[in-house]
């Protein structure tokens, strides 16, 4: 009780990844200072602008200063600025001078009133930030409220919650999402996080958060991309020094001859201090990601099926179960021949990143996560239900699981005859269309109260089936 | 001491007297007045209750401090200093303080049983009115089937809402209890028409949960493996709370939802604009489209 009251939980910290401790002291306390550089820790963040996200409330530059007046021009889009929104001056003669604060602002004008007059005032297009680092700050808040425990501090998704779910909650560390419409190359578009917050995944516990307003779902998905950044920078990192600065490598190299423990930890302070070793690594790493993240928001990067969806027909449907049989394609030995998630190589022994032997026959995702190839009798679609989702999976793949990308083997010529006909998709269509149907296969017209295949239906079935029995309490 | 005891007991009727003034008018017993017929109905028997055990509580502590009063007057100095008078047993009082109260529990018990019965006998039901609004709306129905527009069902820890599809002629389809390929599909935000009796039918797919607008006045549990029907009629067109009220697991807080009540043109627009979203293959008119809220 005294704990809740006094706070003597202590601050939140970011929890580091586990391979963090096979390494030598003197590299974890490296590690700990890029991450602290460039990222802070939860009470005290670090607005880095390197990273490719929307971390203030808007960026601009001044249009007109004078007094306690200011009109900016703002780079479109930009959250709603409110009184008390701090205005950073980011170049001029006020550039690391105090900042400004805001007393009234006018959205119509771009106008804001400020809370003491300026002592100097900046130059018509001089760089101003408003809300410095605020959205980066509101998203940390909303985060800890809605999905901490089960994502963890870190997003290692490892909160207080995750031991008992099953599917796993995400670890964004590895900057991986599984429903994405993007490309299998690239990477999860912020419209696919936000879809998946807005909708959650049906089927396991990642709920729905509908009635976040849009700036509060923007703010946690920057932040959930800043922590995907934080945690990738992170192992990335980690595998680079394991490679020579593990107590398992340095003692190995010691073993070897020629090194001692003090020669190795001088040649470690030298590669910190030497701008083209470690901190160029950094860059790299950072620089890597930065760019996949940027390209992935591209409208390129986007799955663009070539044709609309084909009706679904008959016709189609028997065509995507011949396509779902074909052995080249192997949707069979996974989700197995009747679609119940049951296919031959769900009893197969396989690897683990390590190239061990995993323990339980079976598929596994990149998490090390036991995954089962999806029931599709079930009728519901994690990824989502819409023809673009159910596209989108056959097309890319779900990534960081077995469920590979078909874009290769499926979209062929129009006419196979002629090397100069059009590309089409249609067999992903008819997949589509018959991935919809299997839910309905073993359903015979008329049950259920309804008919499937004859929409005008036999009351008299319905009134048994009928559900609306009078309920006591 | 004696005198603490007397003035404690007389202190309790008199704050229930208050309480009960300041109450309606801070909105201390409801969230906000009643935005159903039923509802305010149901916020009447509850104020009658109310009423009727105020009254009783505040009578009975007066005679208490009354009693209390009058033997610490008795026993002050320089009084006749009597004795309290022990009595053991009387059969008169007994038969008459267990008659009054079962006739008042009785009353109660008859008195309610309308407002029950409509809300809960599928036979009081506003059927004629419930109808009325599926001719309006334009649905396509046989006499049996269900008077649910959409089905909710609760999960560990929200609400995902199915809703019938529509015929190629643009009617509405009945909702079925099984789903159907062209049902449509939300979470978390349950649209219905609004000022006319609706119906959803209830479900939950794992533990207890239960459904409850408090605005309306509406609370049903659902209990897994039951579909249950239930009815309710927003006055308002406005979104309304939808909250979990049964603590089904440590996610239960999470569970909360909106309701949206809007004109029969705004709900088939809703679920027209579901049909869309559900249909999006990002090629047909403009690209890009999918990502409209
Ligand atoms: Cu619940």
Request: hydrophobic content about 35%.
């Amino acid at each position: 009780m005294i704990c809740l009251i006094s706070g003597c939980g202590g601050q939140p910290e970011f929890s580091h990844s586990e391979k963090f401790q096979t390494l030598k002291p003197y590299a974890q306390i490296y590690v700990d200072q890029v991450l602290d550089n460039y990222f802070g820790s939860p009470s005290d963040m670090v607005a880095w602008d390197k990273l490719p996200l929307e971390l203030h409330y808007g960026q601009g530059t001044v249009v007109e200063a004078s007094g306690r007046m200011l009109t900016v021009e703002l780079q479109a889009p930009h959250a709603e600025i409110t009184a008390g929104t701090e205005v950073l001056w980011d170049s001029g003669i006020l550039n690391d001078k105090d900042s400004a604060w805001i007393l009234e602002w006018d959205e119509a004008k771009h106008q804001a009133k400020l809370e003491s007059p300026l002592a100097t005032n900046p130059e018509v297009g001089d760089a101003v930030i408003l809300g410095p680092g605020q959205i980066l700050a509101t998203g940390r808040m909303l985060y800890a409220e809605h999905c901490q425990h089960c994502h963890g501090v870190a997003g290692d998704g490892n909160g207080p919650t995750a031991p008992y779910l099953n599917p796993r909650p995400r670890d964004y560390r590895k900057g991986i999402f599984k429903f994405t419409t993007t490309q299998s190359s690239k990477r999860a578009s912020r419209e696919d996080l936000s879809r998946i917050v807005e909708d959650g995944i049906p089927g396991t516990y990642m709920p729905s958060f509908k009635l976040l307003t849009e700036d509060e779902m923007t703010s946690i998905i920057e932040y959930v991309m800043w922590l995907s950044m934080r945690g990738e920078l992170e192992n990335q990192l980690i595998g680079l020094l394991a490679d020579s600065y593990s107590v398992e490598a340095v003692e190995d190299r010691i073993a070897g001859g020629d090194e001692t423990s003090d020669t190795i930890h001088q040649e470690f302070i030298d590669a910190v201090n030497d701008p083209d070793s470690f901190p160029f690594e950094v860059d790299t790493i950072v620089s890597r990601f930065t760019s996949e993240w940027v390209s992935s928001q591209e409208p390129d990067a986007e799955v663009q099926p070539l044709t609309p969806r084909t009706p679904s027909s008959d016709e189609s449907i028997a065509k995507g179960r011949e396509l779902y049989l074909k052995p080249s394609l192997k949707c069979a030995q996974c989700h197995g021949e009747a679609g119940l998630g049951d296919g031959s190589q769900t009893f197969a022994v396989s690897k683990d990143a390590a190239g061990q032997d995993n323990l339980t026959p079976g598929l596994y995702d990149t998490w090390g996560n036991l995954v089962k190839p999806r029931n599709l009798h079930s009728g519901i679609y994690r990824g989502g239900r819409r023809p673009i989702d159910l596209y989108s999976r056959i097309y890319a793949g779900i990534k960081g699981t077995p469920m590979p990308a078909f874009s290769s083997t499926l979209l062929r010529k129009s006419n196979p005859e002629d090397s100069g006909s059009e590309m089409t998709d249609e067999d992903i269509w008819h997949l589509v269309n018959y991935i919809y149907s299997i839910p309905f296969e073993d359903v015979k017209a008329g049950q259920g109260g309804s008919s499937i295949a004859n929409p005008v239906k036999d009351a008299n079935t319905a009134s048994e089936e009928d559900s609306e029995e009078v309920a006591v309490n | 001491m004696k005198w603490f005891w007397c003035l404690f007991f007389a202190f309790w009727p008199i704050v229930a007297i208050v309480v009960c003034l300041l109450a309606p008018g801070n909105n201390w017993w409801f969230p906000g007045e009643a935005a159903s017929p039923l509802g305010r109905r149901i916020d009447d028997l509850f104020y009658m209750i109310l009423w009727i055990t105020s009254i009783t509580f505040v009578g009975t502590q007066l005679v208490l401090a009354y009693v209390l009063f009058k033997g610490a007057s008795d026993t002050e100095p320089g009084t006749a200093n009597e004795k309290a008078w022990f009595s053991h047993g009387s059969h008169k009082l007994e038969v008459i303080w267990s008659s009054v109260p079962a006739v008042i529990l009785l009353f109660i018990a008859f008195y309610q049983l309308d407002v029950w019965a409509e809300y809960r006998v599928k036979d009081a039901f506003p059927r004629k009115r419930m109808e009325a609004v599926f001719e309006r709306i334009h649905q396509d129905r046989q006499k049996n089937d269900s008077l649910a527009l959409a089905e909710v069902t609760a999960r560990q820890f929200e609400w995902r809402i199915r809703y019938p599809g529509f015929n190629a002629d643009g009617t509405l389809k009945a909702l079925m209890p099984d789903p159907q390929p062209t049902d449509l599909y939300a979470v978390n935000d349950l649209h219905l028409p609004a000022s006319a009796p609706v119906m959803i039918n209830l479900r939950t797919q794992d533990v207890q949960h239960s459904f409850f607008l408090p605005e309306l006045r509406i609370k049903q549990d659902a209990v897994p493996g039951l579909v249950i029907p239930i009815w309710f009629e927003a006055d308002q067109q406005r979104s309304y709370q939808l909250l979990c009220a049964e603590l089904c697991g440590w996610g239960h807080y999470k569970m909360n939802a909106r309701f949206v009540a809007e004109s029969d043109e705004q709900f088939i627009e809703y679920l027209r604009q579901l049909e869309r979203e559900q249909n999006e293959d990002r090629v047909d008119d403009a690209p890009d489209t999918d990502e409209e809220e």
